[in-house]
């Protein structure tokens, strides 16, 4: 499993735009230009209706676009770094969870973004937030029932279908039951 940064991950993305699409970012940018709206969720709608583009993508693009053509992320590899601030006695759990993910979901990838860290394998199937005291596990799991350990989700920045979550407070929390829910999500985002 790699873990990226977000700088990387978008310049990996940048880098095969052309070969991918068609057209490099500055054709991109300009197609952008010509949409007749800055409004980033228009932009998005309107890159994965008319093009094709996944929403991490489609995201992806119009944050560059917003940031008139240039990379958001090129300068901020220290996205992690920044969710630690306030919750160092945090990193050894998280990295237990990693170590976890790596385990159970080898082609998986750990990306941090600016106030949660993404777990994805092509999607998005989990998310994490760093909190004091705690790390929470966003899973996509649709209508399953909410339950004493899969609660509603409550994290800061994933996607609106990041639906439940499970507060992780000690590494002895990660069996075969979180596995299995992590394998459910996956299942529906793929």
Known sequence: MAQKTSGEFEK???DGLAKETGQDLKAWMETIGGFGTKKRNEVIAKLKADHGFGHMNASL???IHANGGNPVYASTDDL??????KAGEMRPLYE???AFIAENFPDATILPKKTYVSVLENREFG???????EVRIGLDLGDRPFDAKIEK?????????????FVLTDAK?????????LKQSHARCH
């Open 127 to 133: 998310a994490v937030n760093i909190k004091k005291n």
């Open 173 to 181: 929390q990660l069996d075969a039951s979180i596995v299995e829910v």
């Open 61 to 63: 693009l119009a944050g």
């Open 96 to 98: 237990s969870f990693v």
């Open 80 to 85: 992690l770094e920044n969710q630690f601030a």
């Open 153 to 165: 989700a409550k994290l800061t920045g994933p996607m609106p279908r990041i639906s439940h979550m």
């Open 12 to 14: 990996e993305f940048t």
